[in-house]
Structures are given as structure tokens and as C-alpha cells.
């Protein structure tokens, strides 16, 4: 890591679709690096997809060598099964990186809405405008992908914020 540079990766976890978005903050500055999602196979077996995102998610930490990383937490929804499934999906997005050595920071989509689009209510059209205008470049091709940014751009915001309130030494 360059002195005062810091390489994000964000993901929004979950089975089908993973997304995933890399960008780096120097001080409130954000450039964007790369971004997409990581599609599993609904015909397979839950651990199969599990295997399959793991390893995406390793291939994508060797190629970006991301500094920190932040994931979305998990919402609870009505489908049992359903949030269930994505909470396997969030831990494998959670270990991933922290089998790296990455130190991993976890962030509410209330918490990243607020601080992208300065809602806790905004709808993923909003949140992808933003993210467009935040990082130019993002290729967001699907919402998954500009979620996992927005991701990465709250743990900046936060991290910046963390370390303005830091005592000197």
C-alpha cells in the first residue's frame, strides 16, 4: 500500500450473483479499478457454488491485491431458504479475504445507502447513478456490481472519516 493510498475491494454478496468492485481512496479521492459480478450455476449443488464463489473471490484478491475489504451485511428476508442461501453466500465473502490476511470491515445497506446517496432509502437506480458519478468508468453491468462499489466507496468514506479522528502520536 502506497502511504496515505489505499486499495478497497467491496462485494455484495450472494449464490446466483456476486458482485464485486475494486477502487482506490487517497484522502476523499476515488478511482475506480475494476468491477463485476461472479455468476454461479443454479443447477448445482449449494457446496459447489459455495467452491465456485470461493475460488472467483480468491482469483480476484490475488489479481487486485485489494488493502481492506467490505461486505454488505445480510438483510433478512421473508424466504427462510432464501436468506439462508445468502448467508452462506456472505460468509464465504467474509472469509475469502480474511484467509488473505485482509482485514474485513462489514457495512448495513442503510449504511451504505447513506453515505453514496445520502438516503438510507435510496433504490438501486439511485445508488447506480451515483456510483456512475462517483467513479466514471465503472462498468457496472449488472446492479450487483454497482452495489459492491457503493460498498467499497462507504468503507472509504468511513475510513476517511476514522482516520481524520485519530490521535496524533
Request: charged share 20%.
Given at each position: 500500500m502506497v502511504q496515505g493510498r489505499v486499495r478497497i475491494l467491496g462485494i455484495d454478496p450472494g449464490l446466483r450473483f456476486t458482485g464485486w468492485g475494486v477502487l482506490e481512496a487517497e484522502g476523499n479521492r476515488l478511482r475506480h479499478v475494476a468491477d463485476g459480478v461472479v455468476a454461479t450455476d443454479g443447477t448445482e449443488g449449494v457446496s459447489l457454488r459455495l467452491k465456485a464463489l470461493d475460488n472467483a473471490l480468491a482469483e480476484l484478491l490475488e489479481r487486485y491485491s485489494p488493502d481492506e475489504a467490505a461486505v454488505e451485511e445480510t438483510y433478512v428476508n421473508r424466504?427462510?431458504?432464501?436468506?439462508?442461501?445468502?448467508?452462506?453466500?456472505?460468509?464465504?465473502?467474509?472469509?475469502?479475504?480474511?484467509?488473505?490476511?485482509?482485514?474485513?470491515?462489514?457495512?448495513?445497506?442503510?449504511?451504505?445507502?447513506?453515505?453514496?446517496?445520502?438516503?438510507?432509502?435510496?433504490?438501486?437506480?439511485?445508488?447506480?447513478?451515483?456510483?456512475?458519478?462517483?467513479?466514471?468508468?465503472?462498468?457496472?453491468?449488472?446492479?450487483?456490481?454497482a452495489d459492491a462499489l457503493a460498498v467499497a466507496i462507504c468503507h472509504a468514506h468511513h475510513r476517511s472519516t476514522t482516520n481524520i479522528w485519530k490521535p496524533v502520536s
Open positions: 424466504n427462510a431458504s432464501a436468506t439462508l442461501k445468502l448467508g452462506y453466500a456472505r460468509g464465504v465473502a467474509l472469509l475469502a479475504p480474511a484467509r488473505a490476511g485482509i482485514p474485513v470491515f462489514e457495512y448495513g445497506a442503510k449504511t451504505v445507502k447513506m453515505a453514496v446517496v445520502g438516503t438510507g432509502g435510496a433504490d438501486k437506480e439511485q445508488v447506480g447513478l451515483m456510483v456512475r458519478r462517483l467513479l466514471p468508468g465503472a462498468a457496472q453491468k449488472r446492479a450487483d456490481a
